[in-house]
């Protein structure tokens, strides 16, 4: 049977993704996965480098996805399958490129946890993300800021003369482009993804990348890698190194061994052949993935036994629905750490997916040297280091191939950088038609030298705030919004001084002033200084739903976002403030349908605590709160249940997801 290639309709219950929230994060990103630097100490000293290279610490230019809900209907998603006689494989380009199934044909048998639903919640960078399949996870530390957005897509020529699937976006966080080829030849039992990271500045730019595969928790799966050791990483926030497989008192690799979720990194043993890790089940039957060797690193997430880890898991699905744990392949040792990759270099690997089956005494016998041989043998008989070295030298020179036929379209993010940059990318085009309402704006800066006034009342769109982009600022006209934009541009270079100045200079002419109320009040509540920072934002917000309310012109998604989104920022400084009285005031600006959220109905208890109505902030809690984007490991619902009572917190409101 040859490999066929096809678009096709994937429906399923999904809640939609809703506006993106306009107002640009300011604030220094709470990312669970950090070290300080006491503990960083005693790290491999090449390790310990990597963590401290070039961290993420904003998030723009991105803007936060937080709009979503958990209402869910049918919904249609577009599709492309490649599919042979072993294999079929169904990738969403439209969701970050996610490759959602991998199903062996002969048996029926799905080798990925595929989510039934579509539920975003808080795990990506940037908000919103899903769970299931496999996730091409670039950008820094965490879930990338792609994971629900749509992606470009073509076919190609692959080397067998056969056609690859390509999906390719500039990745905005590091201003870097990528792509993933899918590859399915005639024969062949596994699915071959080449990647390529490109770096077509004049400076090095930190790297990120984690292949992330979700596996089915079925009972007994244990995960093999080759490996002796681990790195584990908990979310109190610490990396010690733990032999494989059991530590503490049981074998951690398998996912339901463990209390809480938590991270182990597999250090590669010394007599390690090649890079590659499975996830088993019970009959020694599974997923396996191996990869070419700059792909080095191997990891086991587990969400853990536990009523937290379990409550996340029901909160990412519907009832029901078995669990699962993800096996993961990146560039670094730990997912801490960055690559320097260099000027006008590239990073390039294969990794290949498929079924594996091996003696089942073997791979689940106390003898761990001889489980993980096991595993590599039977790897080794299906497919041999030697073919996947083969496969990416094939591959290698149809990267560069331009593509065919379009499936889909990303971002006009990519078109402008590649524009305005001059530069060529072979293989992975960007082009001008793809410039849309969002970047046009900056097509025009970069043209005429000015920014375009609005051409009718909204909130502001997205900063850009690289070098090059802050330097074209700095010499437009100084109107309002270029001063708002050129502020958000030197608060992400860390000239808060400079961005305070741009923010106060654009105040006096703004003829909304809301905008830049608010980031000043960001760089007050910073800088310590809460009530200055709680009257600009009343301020802030009395502004925002005067304009809001005051015409036809200024209705709809993205107004009812800034409300949504100014509101909560507002009424938690307040809070945080201790000024009871002006977050009340804030509550009653509000819509009544935007008192029904979630995340305001977690304030209004707040704020009933803080005005000493305890009872009536338990009735809350008793009617139910519920929370579309609660991030990971954010504790919050737990900490305000116990400042109600001395009670047990109930099990609808525990995400906690490490020892207390």
């Not at 946890?113 to 940037?126: D, G, K, M, S």
């Not at 938590?262 to 990869?291: H, K, M, N, T």
């Not at 000027?343 to 689940?364: C, M, N, Q």
């Not at 605590?609 to 504790?635: C, N, S, W």
């Amino acid at each position: 049977m040859a490999t066929t290639v096809r678009r096709a309709v994937l429906t399923l219950p999904a809640a939609p993704l809703g506006p993106e929230n306009p107002l640009p994060p300011l604030r220094v990103l709470d990312e669970v996965h950090v070290l300080d630097e006491r503990a960083r100490a005693g790290l491999p000293r090449d390790m310990a480098r990597q963590i401290g290279y070039e961290p993420l610490r904003s998030l723009l230019p991105v803007r936060l996805n937080d709009g979503y809900r958990r209402e869910r209907s049918a919904t249609d998603f577009e599709a492309v399958v490649l599919e042979n006689e072993h294999l079929r494989a169904t990738v969403l380009p439209g969701l970050g490129g996610r490759l959602h199934s991998l199903v062996q044909l002969p048996t029926g048998r799905e080798l990925l946890y595929r989510n039934p639903v579509f539920q975003p919640a808080a795990f990506a960078l940037n908000g919103a993300w899903f769970s299931g399949g496999v996730e091409w996870n670039i950008g820094a530390t965490g879930h990338t800021t792609l994971s629900c957005a749509p992606l470009h897509a073509a076919l190609v020529p692959a080397p067998d003369g056969g056609t690859m699937v390509r999906l390719w976006e500039w990745e905005r966080l590091r201003n870097l482009p990528f792509q993933v080829d899918l590859w399915l030849p005639d024969t062949s039992p596994f699915l071959y993804v080449g990647v390529r990271v490109r770096n077509p500045h004049e400076r090095p730019a930190p790297v990120y990348w984690w292949s992330n595969i979700a596996v089915p928790e079925t009972p007994g799966i244990r995960v093999l890698a080759p490996a002796d050791q681990a790195w584990h990483f908990g979310y109190e926030r610490s990396l010690r190194r733990v032999p494989v497989p059991e530590w503490e008192g049981a074998d951690r690799t398998y996912p339901l061994h463990s209390e809480y979720p938590a991270d182990w990194f597999y250090e590669p043993a010394e007599d390690a052949d090649r890079p590659w890790i499975a996830a088993l089940d019970a009959e020694g039957r599974g997923l396996v993935q191996s990869s070419t060797a700059l792909l080095r690193g191997r990891k086991l997430f587990v969400w853990g036994a536990g009523r937290g880890g379990r409550r996340w898991q029901e909160w990412l699905t519907e009832p029901g629905t078995p669990g699962y744990a993800e096996i993961q392949a990146g560039l670094a040792r730990t997912q801490l750490e960055h690559v320097r990759l260099d000027a006008g270099a590239e990073f390039s690997w294969l990794e290949a997916y498929g079924p594996l089956a091996a003696d089942p005494a073997a791979v689940h016998g106390a003898d761990w040297p001889a489980a993980r041989g096991e595993a590599e043998r039977a790897l080794g008989a299906a497919l041999p280091r030697e073919r996947v070295d083969a496969a990416y030298a094939a591959w290698r020179p149809y990267a560069d191939r331009e593509p065919e036929q379009r499936l889909a379209t990303g971002s006009g993010w990519g078109a402008l950088e590649v524009l305005c940059g001059g530069l060529k990318l072979p293989g992975t085009p960007f082009e001008e038609a793809e410039v849309g309402e969002a970047e046009r704006p900056w097509l025009e800066l970069w043209r005429s030298g000015a920014l375009p006034a609005p051409d009718r009342p909204a909130p502001p769109g997205p900063s850009l705030v690289a070098p090059h982009w802050r330097d074209m600022l700095e010499t437009a006209p100084a109107d309002p919004l270029t001063e708002y934009h050129l502020g958000v541009a030197q608060w992400h270079a860390g000239d808060v001084a400079q961005a305070v100045r741009s923010w106060e200079r654009g105040l006096p002419l703004a003829p909304a002033r809301w905008p830049l109320l608010r980031c000043l009040a960001v760089a007050d509540g910073l800088a310590g200084d809460p009530g200055r920072a709680g009257d600009r934002y009343a301020e802030a917000f009395a502004g925002l739903m005067a304009e809001s309310r005051s015409g036809e012109a200024c209705s709809g998604e993205a107004w009812a976002a800034a409300e949504s989104a100014l509101g909560r920022e507002a009424m938690a400084a307040q809070l945080a403030a201790g000024r009871t009285r002006e977050a009340r005031e804030i509550w009653d600006r509000l819509r009544p349908g935007q008192r029904e959220q979630g995340r305001f109905r977690l304030l209004a208890a707040r704020l009933l605590v803080a005005e000493g109505h305890v009872a009536a902030a338990r009735r809350l809690f008793e009617d139910g709160i519920e929370v579309p984007d609660l991030r990971e490991g954010d504790e919050i619902l737990s900490e305000v249940w116990s400042s109600l009572t001395h009670a047990p917190l109930p099990a609808r409101y525990d995400f906690r997801m490490r020892p207390q």
